[in-house]
């Protein structure tokens, strides 16, 4: 996810960095730079050109120039205008004053509107809430069959009258039965279309009309950058949008419709798909995605991810090991395996600060388990004195090492030098004492 945005603007502000005092004109080629960034990510133009311009104005007042480190000062200006153009706060779901709250949802057909609506309802039962999922996409039996596998799959009520009536009554009938089964949520999968068209729009406004949802949200593809923005703004003229999901985000690697989307439209984002698994849904938080941008990383979701899936003392364990750079091969292995339920090994090292670029060496998928698979067998092979001091571990020991996991020398090389980048890492985290987000001084020393 931006990962070549992020390349570029760690390597404007790198070079910043390196400068020590600062002119106009060198802010003003490294702001050009940042501009072009931003419309190589598919990011709408005037949302860019305003972008830089706050950036510029900010930089030339208070003394940013003169002070004994303004590159410092300009990264923490650039992350806050990130953070606004991103949405600025987080956004939570707004709850009806009376249960049942209903969220309807929108979006063009293939956007993932069907996948989103399980994940969501399983995010709002994982916090003990009573969810009930309605199929109102009558218009495709597919779209229909489809919730409620998702619905037994999950465990989560769904309900269904095939495609014998049309989509505001089903609506309607569906509203009864949550209220039947004490529902705190009721979440419409509403019909999609390949394009915008009147029909669907009319029966929007209908179920809108008759139910009155607290949350009309757009679910949009964000791999289709531009055309997400404009749809959004299709559908807000026509409904009366509250939000927006983005899906697909761990597969756009250039980002322009999040950064784009809520500046253009005045939506907020609510949530973000990042992957196929019914738990890849993330809240959306401006403030951490703008971090991550700029290879600070995101070390809040991380920590609420471990939360999610480890026991209460175990989590506490992870996170101050990440903190301090404590851990040693054992803790090194017991991290990946709770990675590995936490999501992709990419995608959390995604969030480490400064760990972005190894996520380039990074298999995917099947490659990903059997990498993971290797890296156990090495470590397994290991004596716990070897475990403990890795620096200890020379050439006989790499052989026997290698002759007991089915692996190379230069198989065991690679994951030792791997614990020891994250080490360096993690320390340089822990012992930055400026101003700045601590995962970013180390491209100012």
Known sequence: ?????????????????????????????????????????????????DF??????????????????PAQQIIGIV????????????KRLAAASQPPTIIMLAGLQGAGKTTTAAKLALMLKKQGQRVLLVAADVKRPAAVQQLVMLGKQ????????????RGPEVCAHALKRAKELDAAWVILDTAGRLHVDAEMMGELKEISQKLKPAETLLVVDAMTGQDAVRAAEEFHREVSLTGLILTKMDGDARGGA??????????????????????????????????????????????????????QQKAKDFEQKLRKATFDLDDFLEQLRQ?????????????????GMLTKRIPKGDAADKQMAKVEAIILSMTAKERRNPEIIGGSR??????????????????????????KMMKRMASGKTRMPKALSGMFR
């Open 339 to 355: 990675i590995k339920k936490m999501g992709s090994v990419a995608g959390m090292l995604d969030m480490l600060p400064g760990m």
């Open 398 to 423: 790499r052989k026997r090492i290698a002759a007991g996991s089915g692996t190379t020398p230069a198989d065991i090389n690679q994951m030792l030098s791997q614990f020891e980048q994250i080490k």
């Open 154 to 165: 999950l465990d989560i009520p769904v309900y269904d009258e095939g495609t014998s009536q």
């Open 79 to 90: 992350q806050e205008e990130l953070t606004n153009t991103l949405g600025g706060a987080h």
């Open 1 to 49: 996810m931006f990962e070549a945005l992020t390349d570029k603007l760690t390597g404007v502000f790198r070079k910043l960095g390196g400068r020590g005092r600062l002119t106009e004109k060198e802010i003003d080629e490294a702001l050009r730079e940042v501009r072009v960034a931003l419309l190589e990510a598919d990011v709408a133009f005037r949302v860019a050109r």
């Open 258 to 311: 999040a950064l784009s989307i809520t500046a253009v439209t005045g939506l907020p984002i609510k949530y973000l798909g990042m992957g196929e698994k019914s738990d890849a849904l993330e809240a959306y938080h401006p403030d951490r995605l703008a971090s991550r941008i700029l290879g600070m990383g995101d070390m809040a979701t991380l920590v609420e991810k471990a939360q999610a899936t480890m026991d």
């Open 52 to 69: 830089v311009a706050r950036v510029k104005s900010r930089a030339m007042e208070g003394g940013v120039l003169e002070s004994m480190n």
